[in-house]
């Protein structure tokens, strides 16, 4: 994408234009033509991705994957069998003396595989009358 705006910074076309065409901001734009004109193409070049290096390495990754697999009971998080950003964070903290946050722990799951899992069915317990006289009546007076 850089390297075409590129092309287009060198035949005059206008930041705007370039953004649009690009569907991307203007302030990134303007970036990339300060960059363009200070070093060129080559200045325009990735950098690779951004962010920090994942502090666990591969054997540790597969580690952690193995852990998950067998399940919370199996790590003391008792009977209840749902993996948790919480327990997963704290599973990590217990084998390998690493902090993550809640956001560093979910793209940590998403690199081995894991997603977020929504559940498929609504729970027997629900009343979906009362549910709609709620949305009906209760919701838009606390809107007021």
């Known amino acids: 994408m850089r390297r075409q705006a590129a092309g287009w910074f060198a035949a005059g076309v206008s930041v705007p234009e370039v953004a649009a065409r690009l569907r991307v901001s203007q302030t990134a734009v303007y970036g990339w033509r300060k960059r363009w004109r200070a070093g060129g193409e080559d200045a325009l070049a990735s950098k690779g991705p951004g962010g920090s290096r994942c502090r666990l390495d591969e054997a540790r990754l597969r580690r952690l994957a193995d852990a998950l697999d067998e399940g919370p009971a199996t790590h003391g998080?008792?009977?209840?069998?749902?993996?948790?950003?919480?327990?997963?964070?704290?599973?990590?903290?217990?084998?390998?003396?690493?902090?993550?946050?809640?956001?560093?722990?979910?793209?940590?799951?998403?690199?081995?595989?894991?997603?977020?899992?929504?559940?498929?069915?609504?729970?027997?317990?629900?009343?979906?009358?009362?549910?709609?006289?709620?949305?009906?009546?209760?919701?838009?007076?606390?809107?007021?």
């Open 77 to 144: 998080f008792g009977d209840d069998q749902r993996w948790t950003l919480v327990r997963v964070s704290d599973l990590i903290v217990r084998m390998f003396r690493i902090r993550y946050t809640l956001r560093g722990t979910s793209y940590l799951l998403h690199r081995i595989g894991w997603s977020v899992q929504v559940p498929s069915h609504r729970p027997v317990e629900r009343d979906e009358g009362a549910v709609a006289t709620w949305r009906r009546e209760v919701w838009p007076a606390g809107k007021r």
